[in-house]
């Protein structure tokens, strides 16, 4: 299909706030379109001003609804706002998170806040590689925060981690969420816990597990450390909502203070780049010899006749 993309008008009218720019850009690194290269060249200028906070936890705990409390919060104070919901999951892009329409729907004519739903599954590299991108276009697009919501299953959390300056985690009274935390490692990735639904029984007893376990995890990261305050909150009717704000922006100004901010972006930026350079070399050595460098270094592998190590460097030296 050749569609006739012209890149820096898209990325000027994306820069002044049309949504359907965004949507666009957003499709075309979405896809791996071969317009990718300028996309990503003509954006770069205009990146690195956006706060990009994360939301992750269980299904069900609450994040779009939490998310969507956010939105209006920041709102308020008259900042651009991105939503990129991630779901790990599924296959299907665009529209396939219904419930989080419903739960967005009051922002859905806001024109200072973008709204995008994502699959990750079935793509190239999954979250790692398309979310970042995405980022990209709403940092561009003048969105002064950016908020990523993603389901917590498997590596999901630990890549939003990766993502965000900030990465809030939420967890539910009664579903031995707490503990849970704990035993998962969340603990390691949260900068601020919510307890959310606390309208619920047993949202003291949350509270205090994960404070328990905050207090008794060894934290190994490197560098100053962050005690990630626990936040109560109902979202559903409101409530905690500025609270989690508060606590959003405390530790953005730590993260500043210390020097920490330039750190994780700088990660962040690593770990962009290496999806990048790993994913081309994959499709490079899947070119090799019309597609059958590897198949034949496996037969001989297999049979006994060649290493495995010697035959990676022979499909190295391939490359050169
Ligand atoms: N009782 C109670 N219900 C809540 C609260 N916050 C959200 N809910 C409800 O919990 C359900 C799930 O909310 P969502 O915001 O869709 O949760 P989610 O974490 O985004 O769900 P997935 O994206 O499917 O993982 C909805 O029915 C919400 O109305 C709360 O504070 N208290
Ligand atoms: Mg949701």
Redesign the pocket.
Known sequence: MSRVVDVPDLVARARSGEPRAVARLISLVEDASPHLRDVAAALAPHTGRARVVGLT???????????SQLVTALRRKELRVGVLAVDPTSPFSGGA?L??RV?MQEHATDPGVFIRSMASRGHLGGLAWATPQALRVLDAAGCDVVLI?T?GVGQSEVEVAGLADTTVV?VAPGMGDGIQAAKAGILEIADVFVV?????DGADQTVRELKHGLSLARRERQGPIWRPPVVR?????GEGIEDLVDAIHSHRTWLVDRGELELRRQARAAAEVEAIALQQLRSRIGDLRGGTALDQLAKRVATGEVDPYAAADDLIEGLR
């Open positions: 936890g269980s299904p069900g705990v609450g994040k779009s609804t939490m998310t998170l419930g989080d739960r919501e389901v939420l959310n639904k606390a309208d619920r909150a109902v979202a559903a009717r």
